[in-house]
């Protein structure tokens, strides 16, 4: 496992890097042809620059990088916690389940007008706005994971007469920490796409406010600059949650083989 | 020694044996309307050896869980040194038909699962764990997650596990019937050898006979669906039970005893 890791890593990056090489040169030369729709990358990277040295993308970063981390770390809390909590208990699974998988398919869009409506505009409902956009992933492969706990392990944690928190530590925590972290991996993905619906829709600010007053310009330059540097971030973001995923399940490490 | 000299065989209730007693006392098992075993008896003297056998689905794990108090008895009672077995008692071990072994832990934390809930000094469980990791042969893997050992490597875990607390009585619910045949033969004779040294309560269930009654002072022959006790039979084989017992004229009768009343038509799936 290890051998094919370090072989096939460096190959995979040299794709990616050539197939961005390529698209920068497609798109370099199609903005040439009609600058106005579509800027160049080299103006784009240039009103990047411009905004890095005015202090507006880094306070716009930090705006935007905080409202995602909050929410995405109460959707994580409150997933996992309590989906766990909804495994063990019956009671709470047949009261409060079937919410959870409706709550599941409504868009989050179509929400945040009512959130507006009933939190106002502070960070308080931007980040609710975060956090309904990710829970449910996580909420719900927690749930999974735990519900499909081994029966023989736990009949191993009942013959050792383990109480209930050390069956939590030794056997229900550990079987569903990979369930959610899968989960955490979907949550950070939606927790993205709700960081900039709550930036479009609830009060422009952040990374999304400034694209937001940039296309209200016809700032093409500005708009495809902050795009593709949205991009970059979601694919980093999407490699960490899959470290993330591994690191969290050493047991399974070569269990494909 | 002689094979005929019976003296130690004899020995079964002797001081020197330890463990708890057993008592199943007419013990019937219900799953809802299918009755899975009816009305059992068996008496397990302390450092006894009995091994349970019988066709597929006549209740021997159902039986072995009453036993560990995983299930209630539909009616009649389990004692294990005269308690009514309510939940699993004290010094009871278990091992199991897959392992049972915890994939998320090493080697080392599953052997000492059983002390850390116990709440034992970290340095006592770290010596008592090196100790069971030694004596089951596992010494270099403490640190190994069981996908990466073999299954008799697995079984073992398993079995230092179990003996971990020291137990008063082991039960065993065909704990090398996951095992190549060779791999199975050499963990059985190493699992007596450990016997001898601390003899202690064993329920044996297994499907091989030949296992039945190389471990068993006495072999219990269930029947039937709900399984009901067929027979009894007394294993008078000397101790220990090594290789040269399993060559004898005696062990191979008494195989033969057991095999013919295993296969008996009324000890089979009628009905
Ligand atoms: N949890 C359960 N719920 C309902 N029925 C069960 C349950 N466990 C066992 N049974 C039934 O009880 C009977 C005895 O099962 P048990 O597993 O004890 O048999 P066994 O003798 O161990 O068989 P095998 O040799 O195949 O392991 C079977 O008919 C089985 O279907
Ligand atoms: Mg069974």
């Known amino acids: ?257 | 020694m002689s094979l005929h000299d019976r003296r130690k065989a004899t020995t079964l209730t002797s001081p020197g044996r330890g463990g708890a007693a057993v008592a199943i006392d007419d013990v019937t098992m219900r799953f809802g309307d299918r009755v899975a075993a009816s009305g059992i008896r068996v008496d397990v003297a302390p450092g006894e050896i009995v091994s349970v056998v019988g066709p597929s689905g006549c209740g021997k794990t159902t039986l072995l869980r009453a036993v560990a108090g995983l299930l209630t008895p539909s009616e009649g009672s389990v004692k294990v040194d005269g308690e009514v077995v309510d939940g699993t008692p004290e010094g009871v071990g278990m091992v199991f038909q897959h392992f049972g072994l915890f994939p998320w832990k090493t080697v080392e934390a599953n052997v000492a699962y059983p002390l850390r809930l116990r709440g034992l000094p970290k340095e006592e469980i770290a010596a008592r764990t090196r100790e069971l990791i030694g004596m089951v042969g596992l010494s270099g893997f403490e640190k190994s997650y069981p996908h990466q050992l073999s299954g008799g490597m697995q079984q073992r875990t398993g079995l230092a596990r179990a003996l971990a607390v020291r137990p008063r009585v082991l039960l065993m619910d065909e704990p090398f019937g996951a095992l190549d045949a060779q791999t199975a033969e050499v963990l059985r004779f190493e699992l007596l050898r450990m016997w001898e040294e601390h003899p202690i309560t064993m329920l044996f269930v297994t499907h091989s006979i030949d296992e039945a009654v190389l471990f068993g002072d006495r072999v219990v022959v269930l029947k039937g669906r709900p399984g009901r006790v067929h027979e009894v039979i007394d294993v008078a084989l000397p101790h220990p039970r090594d290789r040269a017992v399993a060559r004898s004229e005696e062990f191979a009768a008494l195989r033969e005893r057991v095999w013919s009343l295993v296969m008996s038509p009324d000890a089979g799936q009628a009905g």
């Open chain 1, 1 to 257: 496992m290890k051998r094919s890791g370090s072989d096939s890593r460096p190959r995979a990056v040299a794709v990616a890097l050539a197939g961005l090489l390529l698209g920068l040169i497609a798109w370099q030369f199609a903005g040439q042809r009609d600058p106005v729709l579509l800027a160049t990358p080299v103006r784009s990277f240039e009103a990047l620059a411009a905004m890095v040295s005015d202090g507006t993308l880094p306070a716009a970063l930090l705006d935007t990088g905080l409202l995602f981390l909050v929410g995405l770390a109460a959707a994580i809390v409150g997933g996992v916690g309590y989906g766990l909590v909804l495994s063990r208990s019956k009671v709470l699974r047949g009261s409060t389940g079937w919410l959870v998988f409706a709550f599941q398919s409504v868009p989050i869009v179509a929400l945040a007008p009512l959130i507006l409506a009933a939190f106002g505009f502070g960070f308080g409902a931007k980040t609710l706005v975060v956090f309904l956009s990710a829970v449910f992933p996580i909420l719900i492969n927690t749930v999974e994971g735990a519900r499909h706990a081994p029966k023989t392990l736990l009949e191993v944690a009942r013959v050792h007469r383990s109480g209930e928190w050390p069956l939590w530590r030794d056997v229900l925590i550990p079987h569903t920490l990979p369930y959610a972290m899968s989960g955490i991996r979907q949550g950070i993905a939606m927790a993205f796409v709700g960081t900039f619906i709550a930036e479009f829709f609830l009060q422009a600010t952040g990374i999304g406010g400034l694209l937001l007053s940039a296309s209200a310009r016809f700032d093409s330059a500005t708009v495809l600059g902050l795009t593709v540097l949205v991009s970059v971030i979601a694919a980093l973001l999407m490699g960490l949650g899959r470290r993330l995923e591994k690191a969290f399940a050493p047991w399974r490490e070569g269990s494909t083989e």
